[in-house]
Each structure stands twice: as structure tokens, then as C-alpha cells.
């Protein structure tokens, strides 16, 4: 089973992926983040001063569709996820189940302000990684075949029964 987690920076991906991890006793599980499937810094889009790895053109759609592929056959599930999880139209495809992390600006901001994983953010850019969720994030309209869940009240009993009690 191939399943997408996408959602905004800050939304609790990586925290949902490990906690399906953790809470699918028997599975044999691959996660893969789509952040480590950014293209090289000197070939990455630009915005004002900084590296803009907001934009699909920052990410290897290539090779994060090989890998996904290539550890089907090996896990029982894999996990694929990242803000542009979705955008992919033939990544999209693969998926069997699809969950989608919902955040309001006003979370995203709370989080966004303590998170230094890459340094201090300027607002302004700040700013642009929401605008960017926003435009190439997001789930398509009006598709039943997501869970939506909340990232202020993300239950994970309810994902975890949804990926892996599912036939």
C-alpha cells in the first residue's frame, strides 16, 4: 500500500508518519520524505535573496516517484509525504490512501515562529511559504477520496484505522 500525507510546513507530516509507524504492530513500513528529494542548491528556484524550496521546481518529481515505486515491493506500506505530496499528478496516482493535514494560517504561524530547523525565517518569506501551500499544496477540490484531518486536532487513532485496518 502506497500512502500520501500532505499538508503545510509545520503541520505535522513527518509527526503523523511516525506515529503510523509506531501504531501498525506487523507492518513493515517506508516513510519518504519529499524534502529529501530537493534538487541541488545551485539548481534551485530563487525568490528575492534565498533558496525558494516553496516552488514544484525544487523538487525531483523523478526520482521521489522511483523511490516510491522501487519500496513498494519491499514494505507494506509506504509512506510518501511532503507539502507538494499531492501535486504530482501521476504520484497522485499511486497512492491507495491519501491523507491531508489541515492547518489554519494563524497554527502555521505559531509553529512556523519557533521552528529554526533552517535558521531564522524572514516574514516576508514566511509569508511566501503559506502563499505557496496554498497554490501547489493543497488537495484538489471536491475529491471524497482524502481523510482530512485537522492539525489541531489530529486524531491519529482515526488515520492509523483509515491506513492500516483498511483491506
Known sequence: MIV??????NAGKSWLAKSIKENCPGKKIKT???????F?????????DRV???????????????????NQGNFDIVIAEGLMAFYDKEINRLYDRKVFIEI????FLRRKSIDRRWGEEPN???????????KYGRV??????????????????EVVDFICNQG
Open 4 to 9: 500520501g500525507i500532505g499538508g503545510a510546513s
Open 32 to 38: 519518504l520524505c519529499q524534502d529529501d528529494f530537493v
Open 40 to 48: 541541488p542548491v545551485e539548481q534551485q528556484p530563487r525568490i528575492k
Open 52 to 70: 525558494d524550496w516553496e516552488m514544484p521546481a525544487s523538487i525531483d518529481f523523478a526520482s521521489f516517484k522511483t523511490a516510491i515505486i522501487k
Open 104 to 107: 489554519t494560517k494563524r497554527n
Open 124 to 134: 516576508w518569506y514566511i509569508e511566501h511559504i503559506w502563499s505557496s501551500y496554498l
Open 140 to 157: 484538489p477540490k471536491n475529491d471524497p477520496s482524502y481523510l482530512l484531518t485537522f492539525a489541531n486536532n489530529l486524531d491519529v487513532a
